[in-house]
């Protein structure tokens, strides 16, 4: 076991003030600001008319205030979640007594991220069920998370908020044909749901006959849901204690409540800094944490650059960025450390300090219980809250997610038309190796002849302040995982850019609303490859492999109606290869483009 379970934390409760995570700000050059801007959210009333929900803090307009006072649900749940514990104990100790040994969570986004955040965690808990959590259409992860489970023995959750997303109804539809070829008519006792009252997974499940449906909470959006339903099912059910989890958030809410001055919230002065130093210059987040809590940067991504990042305004979060030297890094970051106590490494304690040192702003979270999570996904949903009032956006809506979803859905439709997806003319064939991109960034290759030359030209459009995001239509091996890490670490080194990595589709229900509605200092370079193995979708004229190609071309599709910095590298079905190809392809233009 990794961490914390439900063994003994209730009997061995320290006391309010050991258990709380402690924040400290080194924030030098924006000192004076900080506390002018929490002076003035004060004098504004700010703390209680958050807890009053009213939706003026964020937006003027009438049809986005009738939509925001419809997602402040966050700011309660973790008390209403504390009565019905004993409801989610008696779930779990059902799920043991079945005897299933693993758990396929089967989301997307916000019904996702949480999740895997407690399997990253706290791993496999004695007597527990292992937790797995699929959120990838690329047919070899889809056959890589089947092949790892004993489907008999498998419960399988299928989570989604609105009930309509695509990739949790294709996940379920795979995978409850799969579960009759075991079951037959009893294939629904594998299975429970996690949806809003009333949608059409709702239905399905019941239909189907699911084990169990849980509700979500219709005025709590996706990606502020990690203490509703969508986020405790999946841990209790795995054997994290929820109930101390919970209790945590709670001494989190309060210490954040509306009585709170903003001086002394330590959600809205998180909030505050972040959103000062963005109006700095300094809109980089970049995240360092402890690995017993690595994976937390991949929530926080999510949460921070769906909400803030539209009206060509946005903080750009930056997660498992490879850590490199103080001189790498820009004038545009702020840092934040979460430090586990029991599992710091003193390696990133050097870092930061010379950070520090150098005059970086620094946020450091010290958390002294894994549990303490509870605590983060609170005052982190208050910090976003607040900087999104700061930035004078709609901190709870996502309008260029469903522009992808779109692009997406009009190939597909093209391939039941066609039986095959639109035909593309490659910019530049080298080998195994196909380069795409539209007629408006083509212009922006002109005069190269090569491969390297294309890159290269391509990355000589860096500017100081931008951000280079690959976004990776792959499978995540470690291998392929490390391979993009080290083409990330090149161009981070090489022009001090920050640096974002997203795995399609995942990303696009998280970074995805940034790329295309936040600033336009992104310079995207997309991945994609040919698939082996391509499992068919049942009831669906497309496997996944032409899911997938759909998802991607609708992502290029968006970005480019958007005028982003965008081109599409296309490799064989030797990944491996291919990326070590494109790791030498970029080494090599980097060595062209000039340094800013």
């Given at each position: 076991?990794?961490?914390?379970?439900?063994?003994?934390?209730?009997?061995?409760?320290?006391?309010?003030?050991?258990?709380?995570?402690?924040?400290?700000?080194?924030?030098?050059?924006?000192?004076?600001?900080?506390?002018?801007?929490?002076?003035?959210?004060?004098?504004?009333?700010?703390?209680?008319?958050?807890?009053?929900?009213?939706?003026?803090?964020?937006?003027?307009?009438?049809?986005?205030?009738?939509?925001?006072?419809?997602?402040?649900?966050?700011?309660?749940?973790?008390?209403?979640?504390?009565?019905?514990?004993?409801?989610?104990?008696?779930?779990?100790?059902?799920?043991?007594?079945?005897?299933?040994?693993?758990?396929?969570?089967?989301?997307?986004?916000?019904?996702?991220?949480?999740?895997?955040?407690?399997?990253?965690?706290?791993?496999?808990?004695?007597?527990?069920?292992?937790?797995?959590?699929?959120?990838?259409?690329?047919?070899?992860?889809?056959?890589?998370?089947?092949?790892?489970?004993?489907?008999?023995?498998?419960?399988?959750?299928?989570?989604?908020?609105?009930?309509?997303?695509?990739?949790?109804?294709?996940?379920?539809?795979?995978?409850?044909?799969?579960?009759?070829?075991?079951?037959?008519?009893?294939?629904?006792?594998?299975?429970?749901?996690?949806?809003?009252?009333?949608?059409?997974?709702?239905?399905?499940?019941?239909?189907?006959?699911?084990?169990?449906?849980?509700?979500?909470?219709?005025?709590?959006?996706?990606?502020?849901?990690?203490?509703?339903?969508?986020?405790?099912?999946?841990?209790?059910?795995?054997?994290?204690?929820?109930?101390?989890?919970?209790?945590?958030?709670?001494?989190?809410?309060?210490?954040?409540?509306?009585?709170?001055?903003?001086?002394?919230?330590?959600?809205?002065?998180?909030?505050?800094?972040?959103?000062?130093?963005?109006?700095?210059?300094?809109?980089?987040?970049?995240?360092?944490?402890?690995?017993?809590?690595?994976?937390?940067?991949?929530?926080?991504?999510?949460?921070?650059?769906?909400?803030?990042?539209?009206?060509?305004?946005?903080?750009?979060?930056?997660?498992?960025?490879?850590?490199?030297?103080?001189?790498?890094?820009?004038?545009?970051?702020?840092?934040?450390?979460?430090?586990?106590?029991?599992?710091?490494?003193?390696?990133?304690?050097?870092?930061?300090?010379?950070?520090?040192?150098?005059?970086?702003?620094?946020?450091?979270?010290?958390?002294?219980s894994l549990l303490n999570l509870g605590q983060e996904f609170f005052r982190w949903e208050v910090a976003t809250a607040t900087a999104g009032s700061l930035l004078g956006i709609n901190a709870f809506d996502q309008p260029n997610?469903?522009?992808?979803?779109?692009?997406?859905?009009?190939?597909?439709?093209?391939?039941?038309?066609?039986?095959?997806?639109?035909?593309?003319?490659?910019?530049?064939?080298?080998?195994?190796?196909?380069?795409?991109?539209?007629?408006?960034?083509?212009?922006?290759?002109?005069?190269?002849?090569?491969?390297?030359?294309?890159?290269?030209?391509?990355?000589?459009?860096?500017?100081?302040?931008?951000?280079?995001?690959?976004?990776?239509?792959?499978?995540?091996?470690?291998?392929?995982?490390?391979?993009?890490?080290?083409?990330?670490?090149?161009?981070?080194?090489?022009r001090r850019v920050a640096t974002t990595l997203g795995y399609g589709p995942r990303f696009l229900h998280s970074t995805g609303q940034l790329h295309k509605g936040g600033p336009n200092s992104g310079v995207f370079l997309q991945?994609?490859?040919?698939?082996?193995?391509?499992?068919?979708?049942?009831?669906?004229?497309?496997?996944?492999?032409?899911?997938?190609?759909?998802?991607?071309?609708?992502?290029?599709?968006?970005?480019?109606?958007?005028?982003?910095?965008?081109?599409?590298?296309?490799?064989?079905?030797?990944?491996?290869?291919?990326?070590?190809?494109l790791q030498k392809t970029v080494e090599d233009a980097l060595s062209f483009a000039p340094p800013l």
């Amino acid at each position: 076991m990794r961490g914390e379970g439900r063994m003994s934390e209730n009997s061995q409760e320290r006391s309010r003030a050991q258990d709380m995570n402690h924040q400290t700000f080194s924030v030098r050059s924006c000192d004076e600001a900080v506390r002018a801007t929490l002076d003035d959210l004060q004098a504004k009333d700010f703390v209680r008319r958050l807890w009053a929900q009213d939706p003026a803090l964020w937006h003027e307009d009438p049809a986005h205030q009738a939509l925001i006072r419809n997602a402040l649900g966050w700011l309660t749940v973790s008390e209403h979640q504390l009565r019905y514990v004993s409801q989610l104990q008696v779930f779990a100790d059902e799920i043991k007594t079945a005897g299933f040994t693993h758990i396929l969570l089967l989301g997307m986004g916000g019904s996702s991220l949480c999740p895997e955040v407690f399997r990253m965690t706290f791993g496999v808990v004695p007597g527990y069920p292992e937790l797995h959590v699929l959120d990838s259409t690329v047919p070899s992860q889809v056959r890589s998370f089947e092949e790892r489970v004993d489907l008999e023995r498998t419960l399988c959750i299928v989570a989604s908020k609105s009930g309509s997303t695509t990739e949790p109804l294709v996940f379920q539809k795979y995978f409850f044909e799969r579960m009759q070829r075991i079951r037959g008519d009893r294939a629904g006792e594998n299975f429970i749901a996690i949806t809003d009252p009333g949608s059409l997974l709702e239905r399905l499940a019941r239909e189907l006959r699911f084990r169990e449906i849980f509700p979500g909470m219709p005025d709590i959006g996706g990606r502020y849901s990690a203490l509703s339903n969508f986020g405790v099912v999946p841990a209790v059910a795995m054997g994290v204690d929820v109930e101390a989890l919970l209790q945590r958030a709670e001494r989190m809410r309060q210490q954040c409540g509306a009585s709170v001055p903003a001086p002394d919230n330590p959600g809205v002065t998180l909030g505050v800094v972040l959103g000062t130093l963005a109006r700095a210059g300094r809109d980089k987040v970049t995240f360092i944490t402890s690995p017993a809590v690595s994976d937390l940067g991949a929530w926080l991504e999510q949460l921070i650059a769906e909400s803030t990042g539209k009206e060509n305004k946005g903080l750009i979060p930056v997660d498992d960025e490879p850590l490199g030297e103080a001189s790498v890094y820009d004038n545009d970051r702020v840092f934040v450390y979460i430090r586990y106590a029991d599992g710091a490494v003193p390696e990133q304690d050097t870092i930061v300090d010379a950070l520090k040192s150098e005059g970086h702003p620094v946020v450091r979270i010290d958390c002294p219980s894994l549990l303490n999570l509870g605590q983060e996904f609170f005052r982190w949903e208050v910090a976003t809250a607040t900087a999104g009032s700061l930035l004078g956006i709609n901190a709870f809506d996502q309008p260029n997610v469903q522009e992808s979803k779109d692009f997406t859905r009009f190939y597909l439709e093209e391939f039941k038309k066609n039986g095959r997806l639109p035909e593309e003319s490659s910019v530049f064939t080298d080998g195994d190796v196909r380069l795409f991109t539209d007629d408006a960034n083509h212009q922006a290759l002109k005069g190269t002849s090569s491969l390297v030359q294309a890159m290269a030209a391509h990355l000589s459009r860096v500017r100081t302040g931008d951000y280079v995001a690959i976004n990776a239509y792959l499978e995540r091996t470690p291998a392929v995982h490390e391979a993009l890490q080290r083409i990330r670490a090149l161009i981070r080194d090489k022009r001090r850019v920050a640096t974002t990595l997203g795995y399609g589709p995942r990303f696009l229900h998280s970074t995805g609303q940034l790329h295309k509605g936040g600033p336009n200092s992104g310079v995207f370079l997309q991945i994609t490859a040919d698939h082996g193995k391509d499992p068919d979708i049942p009831d669906e004229p497309y496997s996944f492999g032409t899911l997938v190609a759909a998802q991607a071309l609708g992502d290029m599709k968006s970005l480019c109606t958007r005028n982003r910095r965008v081109i599409r590298v296309h490799l064989s079905r030797n990944v491996e290869a291919g990326l070590s190809r494109l790791q030498k392809t970029v080494e090599d233009a980097l060595s062209f483009a000039p340094p800013l």
